[in-house]
C-alpha cells in the first residue's frame, strides 16, 4: 500500500487547510487510517485516527474541535480539515494507514501502522 498525502502549504493564524491523503490500493476499506506530525525538532505525533468504516475516530487533545478526520473509501482517500489553524500547528503532517478485521479499531500510536506516506508540509504563519 502506498499512502501519498497532499495539500499542505502556507496559511495565516485562523485560517484553513484540508490535506488528503490517497491511498494505491484495490480496496481501501479494510485499512484504517491516521494522521500524525512532526514539528522542526520535535517527535512524531498523533493528531487523528480513522476505522475503516469512518464509524470511529479520535483526536489529540491539542486538535480537540478545530481538526476533523473524514474518509471516502470510494476513491480511497482520507482527509484532514483543518480549521482555525494555529503557529503550533505548523509541521510536517504524514497519513497512516493499517489494514484491520476490525470494525472500530483506529490506532493512536506510530508502532500501530505499517504503512506511511512521504508527508505534507503545513506552515501557519502571518
Known amino acids: 500500500v502506498q499512502l501519498q498525502a497532499s495539500g499542505g502549504g502556507l496559511v495565516q493564524p485562523g485560517g484553513s487547510l484540508r490535506l488528503s491523503c490517497l491511498a494505491s490500493?484495490?480496496?481501501?476499506?479494510?485499512?484504517?487510517a491516521g494522521w500524525f506530525r512532526q514539528a522542526p525538532g520535535k517527535e512524531r505525533e498523533f493528531v487523528a485516527a480513522?476505522?475503516?468504516?469512518?464509524?470511529?475516530?479520535d483526536y489529540a487533545d491539542s486538535v480537540k474541535g478545530r481538526i476533523t478526520i473524514s474518509r471516502d473509501n470510494s476513491k480511497n482517500m482520507v482527509y484532514l480539515q483543518m480549521n482555525r489553524l494555529k503557529p503550533e500547528d505548523t509541521a510536517v503532517y504524514y497519513c497512516?494507514?493499517?489494514?484491520?478485521?476490525?470494525?472500530?479499531?483506529?490506532?493512536?500510536?506510530?508502532?500501530?501502522?505499517?504503512?506511511w506516506g512521504q508527508g505534507t508540509l503545513v506552515t501557519v504563519s502571518s
Open positions: 490500493v484495490r480496496v481501501f476499506s479494510p485499512y484504517a
Open positions: 480513522i476505522s475503516w468504516s469512518g464509524g470511529s475516530t
Open positions: 497512516a494507514a493499517v489494514r484491520t478485521e476490525i470494525d472500530d479499531y483506529y490506532g493512536i500510536a506510530i508502532y500501530e501502522y505499517d504503512y
